[in-house]
């Protein structure tokens, strides 16, 4: 056996199906567990994995499992392929728990794991077939933009829900924090909703044969009125790092769709939303 057939000898490759087509792009401000924000998403198939035969019956479920790739962890998808675990971290730091105390990968949800796989479920809106090919709308996922998806299976209530399951340090939903928004701050996000109407029906008009694009770009670039409650409850979360959660009047910056959201801690305790400004690419 080639050493290269000895390092792969413990990989199992699993083909990609589709990608996931979000409002976040990037990590900062994403759920850090499935369901805690009614986000909605797509699921864009790829070929051959985009037939309607193959969904023919998903939707009578109301949810479904979603296998991923955590793709931001590694900047090339086979850096972590064939090096025999050096990279592998036995142990984490759960935000859960501040960020200081550790736990064992397996016992934690964290990103950071030798398969680079997480697990979700979420709701199923909707199965759309545009210009014949499948695309899922769901909501509640903790995936970011271009995320690739690996699996697809319906979640079966019976067997899925456990009622007397035992939760470790993590047995209740997070504490949510009150958000605040400045006035300044509210005016630039209508601004940014009033163009994006203006460039909704520019983009209706050129791309009218191609609804596949319009969808998506709708998910990832409009805001919408309606955007705003989800900003608030994103940033509920609290997605800072634990260990500067005590910095008052520190700013951060969380990338939803088509504008860097500010904000910051204020003394009442309050997370304030201090500006809304389109993202210049």
């Known amino acids: 056996m080639s050493d290269d057939n000895i390092s792969l000898a413990g990989y199992h490759h699993a083909p990609m199906i589709g990608y996931h087509r979000a409002p976040l792009s990037q990590k900062f401000g994403a759920p850090r567990q499935p369901n805690l924000v009614a986000l909605t998403s797509i699921i864009e198939m790829i070929a051959p994995y985009d037939s309607p035969a193959a969904f023919t019956g998903l939707d009578a479920f109301s949810h479904i499992w979603i296998s991923w790739q955590f793709h931001h962890n590694y900047t090339n998808k086979d850096t972590h392929i064939g090096k025999s675990g050096t990279d592998f971290r036995a142990q984490v730091r759960p935000p859960r728990l501040g960020g200081n105390q550790k736990i064992g990968v397996f016992a934690s949800r964290s990103m950071y794991r030798p398969s680079a796989l997480g697990l979700s479920v979420v709701k199923l809106e909707s199965i759309e077939v545009c210009d014949g090919r499948v ?141 809304v400004v389109k993202v210049s690419f």
């Not at 509640?140 to 399951?165: E, R």
């Not at 705003?228 to 940033?235: F, G, V």
């Open 135 to 275: 695309l899922l709308i769901i909501s509640g996922a903790d995936m970011i933009d271009g995320t690739p998806i690996i699996d697809i299976k319906p979640y079966v209530d019976y067997s899925d829900a456990l009622s007397n399951a035992k939760s470790g340090f993590a047995p209740n939903a997070p504490d949510l924090l009150e958000i605040i928004i400045t006035e300044s701050a509210y005016e630039q996000f209508m601004t940014l909703v009033d163009a994006g109407r203006c460039d909704k029906n520019d983009n209706e008009t050129e791309n009218k044969n191609n609804s596949v694009a319009t969808l998506i770009q709708q998910i990832q670039e409009q805001l919408l009125i309606a955007d705003i409650e989800i900003i608030k409850a994103l940033i509920a979360q609290d997605p800072r790092p634990a260990y500067r959660r005590a910095e008052i009047n520190t700013p951060f910056v969380m990338r939803y769709k088509s504008a860097d959201v500010s904000f910051q801690l204020i003394e009442s305790g309050q997370l304030q939303i201090t500006a």
